[in-house]
């Protein structure tokens, strides 16, 4: 899947144009407003393709600076799956993911945030949250819960 959770109007051409050359074929999306951000769009798009197909797309659309979007690519018996998140002030994560999209963290990376943290737990638990691309999640977490049909409630807002 491609989840563009928020785009500028005037990029999505250019989003479409750019995942059609990653996939090798002409796309067009079904955009909608995206609440939580006014003026911005967003649309989510199936796509099948060969084994890294998902790092063509997230690729090709990385970089650009008011883009928040996600690519999954599901676990195949050629490949492990992988998973993509892109915010404007984080830049792109990858984390490979398992058979049923669970983010698999390489043992290299485990013995790095152990040897970092020492026995600093809350230092351990940073780096796994960094390891796991928490920081990625929480901020389009928000996104993610405005694409659904209901209405997007601020509980936090004051004034």
């Known amino acids: 899947m491609l989840f563009v959770h928020s785009a500028p109007r005037a990029l ?31 649309t989510e798009f199936y796509w099948e393709g060969p084994v890294g197909t998902g790092a ?20 195949s018996a050629g490949g492990d ?19 049923v999209g669970n983010v698999v963290i390489p043992e290299d990376r485990l013995r790095y945030a152990m040897e970092i943290a020492g026995s600093n737990a809350l230092e351990l638990h940073r780096e796994l949250r960094l390891a796991l691309g928490q920081a990625w999640d929480d901020e389009l977490e928000a996104f993610r819960h405005a694409s659904s049909d209901s209405q997007v409630v601020w509980l936090h807002k004051v004034g």
């Open 12 to 42: 999505c051409p250019h989003i479409e144009w750019a995942a059609g050359r990653a996939l090798e074929r002409a796309v067009n999306f079904s955009w909608a407003d995206q609440p939580v951000l006014k003026g911005a769009q967003r």
């Open 56 to 75: 063509k797309i997230a690729s090709a659309l990385r970089g650009w600076e008011h883009l928040r979007f996600e690519v999954t690519e599901d676990a």
């Open 81 to 99: 799956g992988g998973r993509w998140m892109h915010t404007p002030d984080l830049g792109i994560f990858f984390a490979q993911t398992d058979t």
